[in-house]
C-alpha cells in the first residue's frame, strides 16, 4: 500500500481541506496520513473562521510522519501563513520527498485574496520551487504568472512561464473558462491538453483538493504525470457527478463514487 501525505488545513464539515484528502486517499487504496496547517469552522455556506496552527507544531508533526511512516508522495494545500509555509519548505528540503505536488489555494471562489503578501512571498520562493507539480486555477495562475488568462492561448502561455520559473510541471485548471473546463499539463517543455465537461451542479465544494490528493495516489502507485492527472480528473468528475446533495450551499463531491459504481 503506497502512502500519501497531505499538508494542509482541516475542514469541519468533511468537504474539503484534510477530511477530502484523506477520503480520497482511501477511495483510491492508499494510506492516508495528515498533517494540520489550521483549523477552520466552514460548511457549504461559507467559512467562519481560521485557527492557524503554530508553525513549530507544524514541523513536528511534519518529523512524527517522516520519521515513523515515510510518505511516497506529499501533497500541500491550505498553507496560510508566511510562518508555516517557510516551516514546510525546510522540512522538505530536510526529508526531501520522492514526489511533492503543492495546490496553491491563493484566491477564494469569489476571487479574494486568501494570503497575506508575506505569504505569497513565501509560496513562491521557499515552497513552490520544491514542487514536482503545482495544480493553480486560473485566477492562481493569473495571480502567479502575471497573465490574464481569458482562453487556451494564454492558459498556455501562463503553463510555460511558471514552469520555467519554478521548474516543475504546472497542471493549469481550466474550469473558470467559460466556454471550457479542460485542464492543460505542461511537462518538460511539452503541452497537454485533458479535456472535460462542464457537471450541472453546484456542488463542488472540495474539488482542487480531491483532484491534487488523487494525483498524489496514482503518482505513487507508478502512473506516468500524465497518466496520473488524467485518471485523477476522471476520479473527481465522477465525484462531482454521483454528489451526494448535501447542505444548504455548495455541497461536497462523493469520494466513494467508485463504490456505488461498483
Not at 257 to 262: D, E, G, P, Q, S
Request: hydrophobic share 40%.
Amino acid at each position: 500500500m503506497k502512502k500519501i501525505l497531505t499538508i494542509a488545513g482541516s475542514d469541519c464539515s468533511g468537504g474539503a481541506g484534510i477530511q477530502a484528502d484523506l477520503k480520497t486517499m482511501t477511495a483510491l487504496c492508499c494510506y492516508g496520513m495528515s498533517v494540520i496547517t489550521a483549523l477552520t469552522a466552514q460548511n457549504t455556506t461559507g467559512v467562519y473562521g481560521v485557527c492557524d496552527i503554530s508553525a513549530d507544531f507544524v514541523a513536528k508533526q511534519i518529523d512524527c510522519v517522516f520519521t515513523d511512516i515515510r510518505p511516497d508522495a506529499v501533497k500541500i494545500g491550505m498553507v496560510s501563513s508566511e510562518e508555516i509555509i517557510c516551516a514546510i519548505a525546510k522540512k522538505m528540503k530536510q526529508y526531501r520527498p520522492g514526489f511533492l505536488i503543492v495546490d496553491p489555494v491563493m484566491v477564494s471562489s469569489s476571487g479574494g485574496k486568501l494570503l497575506a503578501d508575506g505569504a505569497q512571498a513565501a509560496l513562491k520562493n521557499e515552497l513552490l520551487p520544491q514542487a514536482d507539480l503545482m495544480t493553480p486555477n486560473i485566477p492562481e495562475a493569473e495571480e502567479l504568472s502575471g497573465i490574464k488568462i481569458a482562453d487556451k492561448n494564454a492558459m498556455l502561455q501562463a503553463a510555460e512561464l511558471l514552469a520555467e520559473q519554478y521548474g516543475g510541471a504546472v497542471l493549469l485548471k481550466g474550469g473558470h473558462l467559460p466556454d471550457s473546463c479542460d485542464d492543460l499539463l505542461y511537462q518538460n517543455g511539452q503541452s497537454h491538453w485533458l479535456p472535460g465537461r462542464r457537471a450541472n451542479t453546484k456542488n463542488t465544494h472540495g474539488t482542487g483538493c480531491t483532484l491534487s490528493s488523487a494525483i498524489a495516489c496514482f503518482v505513487a502507485q507508478g502512473e506516468p504525470m500524465i497518466d496520473a492527472c488524467a485518471k485523477a480528473k476522471e476520479y473527481t468528475r465522477g465525484a462531482i457527478e454521483h454528489n451526494p446533495n448535501l447542505g444548504k450551499g455548495f455541497g461536497p463531491l462523493n469520494h466513494c463514487c467508485l463504490m456505488w459504481r461498483a
